[in-house]
């Protein structure tokens, strides 16, 4: 073979699947470097950090949250649309117990969290006990869960005012926000719910083949229903981030699109839409790519109405480098001018 | 057979990463001949027949056509100069009409449009050519595999082949089946056709062949007549030990006096039946007996193990075990109660291709402890090891992922996720299918030295020789009923033939 020999190590490095996402964060790093020299830099005022990594961090959690619900999802072979929807009545039931009466902050975030884990739960029985597609399935929750949310929140914008609350999305705990502190509980919390108990394994298997993992004896409906359960809890998480964030509830925009981001994460991390195989830290690299992409596409001065298409095109290239056969394309081309030019000379 | 060959090659050499797949080799394929490549997995059949029709190139040597070089980088070009292909699996649309597959890609048209009556009315010449009549606006799935490969050997027909390649043709067609592609084989060779076939099965192998080639290692071990080669001879070439073709012969003598029938049953099924699949049912086996299934495709074989196993619900009859009766509604039930079960489809149902020999392996185990009991990684590598040593499975470690490995191999990886799960009966639904010979002996004594230890067997083939050879009493089962049951003296593969074949005779 005549392709030119790399160093052992470094072979092995770009065959490692979080080399891509790794490379293109890096990658988007650089251009807001390039572009503003001061964008690494984090100064510590009045106990909180400060800077730009800081507010992509925080901004990104949420979505990193349900990136992860997302992820095991997927790996399943399944998918979960209705998680933007969920964000909206996990808030709205947040705001409408604290409407009632501003002290009773914990039954705010259990409402909300129960309300999430029930929305999952319903998915988890259409996919995995009626046999609906997972697209269609969670597509009911997903218009009708607009709805629910516009129904407790009445139409309206409820604002919310109670600081505990407002702590979640908001607050600063140990110079970092509150918020990345969450979103890394749970990104922790995931991992060993997947490596320590056999659940990974039972994901996987069923992701790549589920005959297979029945005829092993495994149950794996109860793996699937799980699997959706999980996602509607991180929703719901995400969801009183949002809220509390933003410090009101929206049954209508709260949320709006998030399940587009997040499969968009899961896949930018490396997870194929095909289910089985899975990487959580590529999540976790996928929605930090979509949040930085978002940051610089404003920092840079891109026109608001140009911003959703140039998201695009980063996005496609992103996915183009992250392509083996793509890859090998590139490749072939860039060796076949080299070869056209060094003839010439 | 006229003096040149049709196709030849010369000191065809290729290479993979580590593996030298085809080394040096001269071949030789005359018109109007049914030549057989045999050889183990992995000894190059595979290789020299991509490399024949343009999916590889070959690194060194020659392809010669009609004694002219030539050169195919395409299957496409191999198709043009009249080589056409049949793999194992049928490679047609299921869903397409039987007309639609034999003219896909090549329509006739009229006015731009297609012209289905010519389509129609050509599909049915073609298959008639094979002495063959459908209806060919039925969609394809509507027939059975084996006629669905007629309807490809037909397509292949239609577009003027010279050549036709058929890769383990008969691997998923009962007997019958396997008869009737021999005539229509024997009938393109009187036309002059020259056919290359690879197969698995030594009856089949010397039911049609006219010449034998025979590989091992990416090496061609030899050219033969198939009337000059004896059975044993054969064998011993292709695995390369002088004693294997013994093995074959004396296997039955190797067979231990079946031992007390009258033990209390493991497992004891009564009238179990599923409508429109299986028809009531009775079978019991005990610990430390094989219980041979013998019958064609569809006589209700693998369907009883799936009934047994739980895979498909019984909606009549009982089953017990140990004299309790059980419900046995999900696999897990199953396994819960003792059983394990191999399925027929590998690949489908078997393995979990992407993940390792150790994944796969401890998937059952883990499935029974539940997600909370997670098996510890240094247990986990500590099983894989030890049945990768035990049962001789070949891989560069445990790590390495299940769907590389060669058929045998993973088949014993699935034998060694039931068996960490310490079952009380396992259902072998033909274990040995797509496997060489070599690991064909190696399984049936594994399976054998874990019957004298107390595991009740209950074994499903298709190859009836291999049931009698293995089995202390054979259930006959004919039109998703259980005919017969022979067991000690009774048996031999003549009476368990005739019972099969049952009035059709």
Not at chain 1, 217 to 230: E, I, R
Not at chain 2, 451 to 456: V, Y
Request: proline share 4%; glycine share 10%; aromatic share 6%.
């Amino acid at each position: 073979m005549t392709r030119p020999a790399l160093p052992l190590w470094l072979t092995l490095a770009l065959r490692h699947p979080l080399v891509w996402p790794a490379a293109t964060l890096v990658c988007l790093f650089v251009v807001d470097v390039v572009h503003r020299g001061n964008f690494l830099s984090i100064t510590l005022l009045g106990g909180h950090l400060f800077g730009a990594p800081i507010d992509i961090l925080m901004r990104a959690a949420p979505l990193v949250v349900v990136s992860l619900g997302m992820t095991l999802v997927i790996a399943t072979r399944g998918i979960d649309i209705s998680v933007g929807a969920v964000v909206a009545i996990a808030g709205a039931a947040a705001a409408t117990v604290l409407a009632d009466d501003p002290s009773r902050v914990g039954a705010a975030f259990g409402a909300a969290l129960v309300v999430g884990l029930v929305a999952g739960m319903w998915n988890g029985l259409l996919v995995a006990f009626v046999g609906m597609q997972p697209i269609i399935a969670t597509l009911i929750l997903m218009v009708a869960g607009r709805g629910v949310a516009q129904l407790l929140t009445g139409g309206q914008i409820i604002p919310i005012g109670a600081p505990g609350y407002l702590f979640a999305g908001g607050g600063y705990f140990a110079l970092v926000p509150c918020a990345v502190w969450i979103a890394i509980a749970v990104t922790v919390l995931t991992a060993l719910i997947v490596n320590r108990t056999a659940l990974g394994l039972f994901i996987r298997s069923i992701g790549v083949n589920p005959v297979a993992a029945r005829l092993a004896g495994l149950s794996s409906q109860a793996v699937v229903f799980g699997a959706y359960a999980f996602c509607g809890v991180t929703a719901a998480i995400a969801g009183i981030l949002i809220s509390s964030n933003v410090r009101s509830a929206d049954g209508n925009n709260a949320g709006l699109l998030l399940e587009l981001d997040a499969i968009l994460a899961v896949t930018l991390g490396g997870t194929s839409l095909l289910g089985g195989r899975f990487s959580l830290a590529g999540t976790v690299l996928g929605a930090l790519i979509i949040q930085t992409l978002t940051y610089t596409t404003y920092s840079i001065g891109v026109p608001p109405e140009a911003t959703l298409v140039v998201k695009a095109v980063v996005v496609l290239l992103v996915c183009l480098i992250q392509s083996p056969a793509a890859r090998a394309f590139a490749f072939h081309q860039l060796r076949r001018i080299a070869l056209a030019r060094r003839a010439r000379a | 057979m006229s003096a040149s060959p049709i196709l030849e090659t010369v000191g065809l050499t290729r290479t993979f990463p580590g593996v030298r797949a085809l080394d040096r080799v001269d071949f030789r394929l005359y018109p109007g001949e049914i030549h057989t490549l045999m050889g183990q997995n992995g000894a190059g059949k595979s290789t020299l027949i991509n490399v024949l029709t343009g999916v590889h190139a070959p690194e060194a040597g020659e392809i010669r056509l009609a004694g002219e070089a030539v050169h195919f980088s395409t299957p496409q070009e191999a198709e043009a100069a009249g080589i056409q292909t049949l793999y194992q699996e049928v490679n047609l649309c299921p869903n397409l009409s039987v007309a639609e597959n034999i003219f896909a890609g090549r329509q006739p048209r009229k006015r731009g449009l297609i012209d289905w009556k010519t389509i129609h009315r050509r599909a049915e010449a073609a298959l008639a050519e094979l002495n063959l009549s459908l209806d060919v606006t039925q969609s394809l799935d509507t027939y059975p595999i084996a006629m669905q490969q007629m309807v490809a050997i037909a397509r292949a027909m239609s577009v003027d082949a010279r050549i036709l390649i058929l890769d383990e043709p008969t691997s998923s067609l009962d007997e019958g089946e396997v008869a009737r592609l021999f005539e229509v084989l024997r009938k393109l060779k009187a036309s002059g056709i020259a056919i290359l076939f690879v197969t698995h099965f030594l009856e089949q192998t010397y039911a049609i062949s006219d010449r034998i080639t025979v590989m091992r290692n990416g090496e061609r071990e030899g050219e033969y007549l198939a009337a000059d080669l004896p059975v044993q001879t054969l064998v011993a070439k292709m695995v390369g030990l002088q004693d294997a073709g013994e093995r074959l012969t004396h296997a039955e003598v190797a067979h231990g006096p079946a031992t007390a029938t009258d033990a209390e049953p493991y497992l004891a099924a009564q009238g179990v039946a599923r409508r429109g699949v299986l028809n009531p049912l009775d079978l019991e086996v005990q610990p430390g007996q094989i219980l041979g299934l013998a019958g064609l495709l569809g006589s209700g074989r693998t369907e009883t193990a799936r009934l047994l196993f739980g895979a498909d619900r019984a909606d009549a009859g009982a089953v017990r075990i140990q004299g309790k009766v059980v419900k046995l509604t999900s696999p897990r039930d199953a396994v819960r109660h003792g059983l394990a079960y191999c399925p027929e489809d590998r690949k489908k149902e078997g393995i979990v291709a992407d993940l390792s020999i150790r994944e796969n392996i401890v998937l059952a185990l883990q499935a029974q402890l539940g997600w909370w009991r997670m098996i510890r990684r240094s247990r986990q590598r500590e099983l894989a090891n030890e049945y990768i040593e035990q049962l001789g499975i070949k891989a560069r470690d445990a790590e390495q992922a299940i769907g590389l490995l060669s058929g045998g191999n993973q088949q014993k990886v699935l034998l060694a996720r039931w068996l960490a799960t310490k079952p009380r009966l396992l259902i072998l639904d033909e274990p040995t299918r797509g496997i060489d010979v070599a690991a064909k002996f190696e399984i049936m004594d594994r399976v054998r030295a874990l019957c004298a230890k107390g595991l009740g067997i209950l074994f499903i083939s298709s190859e009836i020789s291999e049931v009698v050879r293995v089995s202390d009493r054979i259930a006959v089962l004919r039109d998703r009923r259980k005919v017969a049951e022979l067991s000690g003296a009774a048996r031999s593969e003549h009476e368990v033939y005739d019972l099969i074949a049952g009035d059709r005779r």
